[in-house]
């Protein structure tokens, strides 16, 4: 399994700077890290008693490295989970919160497993998930993987602003696709023509 604060260093890095771009609900972001983050963590980077875009502008990587690694990967329940589905559902979780997990839990009720979708990792979904990666040792983190490609172009459907993260303006995968293939093996990565069809029915 790839280092997890490795990893949380490359969220880091992918997600960039300061951006509040108005088609992202998240708002005011800093390496991923949103105003509404800052605030339910109560971080006053500014020490003025306040929490506004001027705290989120103060984020260091360091900051946003120690927020990924404890709020979205020890405090989920995330390192508790099969090895093989860490990596991708704490880059997950960090891209769509407790979505990450009903994501996984979906996909282990496909397999059979009895869980809840609720998006909280307790002992009956860490349970499913060991079960599920026993049974399937070598497919469980590329079948998660589809799953996570699956609701990037489905919530592109119903969003249509949301459409160019899913599909860049030359019509090629965009960064939610990409990102999500990052985790799956290179055998079940979408052609160039299967993303074209797949997103055929949206508007320019």
Do not use: C
């Amino acid at each position: 399994m790839q280092n997890i604060h490795q990893l949380a260093e490359e969220i880091v890095a992918r997600e960039g700077g300061y951006v509040n771009d108005p088609d992202d609900p998240g708002g005011a972001t800093k390496y991923g890290v949103t105003l509404g983050t800052l605030r339910r963590l109560g971080l006053d980077k500014t020490g003025d008693g306040r929490l506004t875009e001027a705290d989120v502008r103060r984020l260091t990587r360091a900051d946003a490295v120690e927020i990924y690694l404890r709020h979205y990967y020890q405090s989920p329940k995330i390192d508790q989970l099969p090895d093989a589905l860490q990596a991708s559902v704490f880059d997950m979780y960090v891209n769509a919160g407790s979505n990450a997990v009903k994501i996984l839990q979906r996909l282990l009720r496909q397999m059979g497993q009895q869980v809840v979708v609720d998006g909280v990792i307790g002992p009956q979904t860490i349970q499913a998930a060991e079960i599920a990666a026993a049974a399937a040792p070598s497919h469980l983190s590329d079948a998660y993987g589809i799953a996570r490609r699956n609701y990037y172009y489905r919530l592109a459907d119903q969003r249509p602003a949301s459409r160019k993260y899913a599909r860049r303006r030359n019509g090629g995968k965009g960064g939610w696709i990409r990102r999500a293939e990052e985790f799956i093996s290179p055998r079940y990565h979408l052609s160039a023509d299967e993303h074209s069809r797949r997103v055929s029915g949206w508007s320019a």
